[in-house]
């Protein structure tokens, strides 16, 4: 069974720092691309960031936040830098580019002082 | 940047079709896909590839592709397909970006 389990969420404030875990398991991790997507309160789904040969981020937080995966532990990251209160969102790890089959239930990160 | 743009809200009574469409000028060249998100919940893919449908998901959902519109479609919507729908493609740059569409709340009643 596919299962992805996000980590790390919390609260942080403005300019501070955060690193997202997801634990992937039930498939073959380091055959997949895999995306943040994230959901501030209320509002719709975001694209954040995707790690396939290379990685891509979306303009609002391009310079600040950092992807990466370790295929040995089956873990993504996402290094959050410079948060900002429109950061503060439910953010969910999901495998694939476009075709997100699996999605995690998701951390929530709020930035507030 | 670029965007794809849905209508805020589709009602329809059940039994009736729905159809829900996604505007953005990358369309001609890229597939569309949409998720359905039901409060609390994290969201399930419906369509992709434009069309295709993921195993489990109900016949009466189809989509298509065509010119700078893509449209889901559920057809004999029912009280359950009440949800948030969102299309999803890559960004017209080409640049390996993605793009959510602004979603749609779809309401059968």
């Known amino acids: 069974e596919v299962k992805l389990l996000e980590s790390g969420g919390g609260l942080v404030q403005p300019g501070g720092s955060l690193r997202l875990s997801c634990a992937a398991s039930g498939f073959t991790f380091n055959n997949y691309a895999m995306t943040w997507v994230r959901q501030a309160p209320g509002k719709g789904l975001e694209w954040v960031s995707t790690?396939?040969?290379?990685?891509s981020y979306a303009d609002s937080v391009k310079g600040r936040f950092t992807i990466s995966r370790d295929n040995s532990k089956n873990t993504l990251y996402l290094q959050m830098n410079s948060l900002r209160g429109e950061d503060t969102a439910l953010y969910y790890c999901?495998?694939?580019?476009?075709?997100?089959?699996?999605w995690g239930q998701g951390t929530l990160v709020t930035v507030s002082s | 940047s670029y965007e794809l743009t849905q209508p805020p809200s589709v009602s329809v009574s059940p039994g009736q079709t729905a159809r829900i469409t996604c505007s953005g000028d990358?369309?001609?060249?890229?597939?569309a896909y949409w998720y359905q998100q039901k409060s609390g919940q994290a969201p399930v893919l419906v369509i992709y590839e434009d069309s295709k449908r993921p195993s489990g998901i109900p016949e009466r959902f189809s989509g298509s592709n065509s010119g700078t519109m893509a449209t889901l479609t559920i057809s004999g919507a029912q009280v359950e397909d009440e949800a948030d729908y969102y299309c999803y493609s890559a960004d017209i740059s080409g640049n390996l970006l993605y793009v959510f569409g602004t979603g749609t709340r779809v309401t059968v009643l």
């Open positions: 790690i396939s040969g290379a990685t």
């Open positions: 999901a495998r694939g580019t476009l075709d997100h089959d699996y």
């Open positions: 990358a369309l001609p060249k890229e597939d």
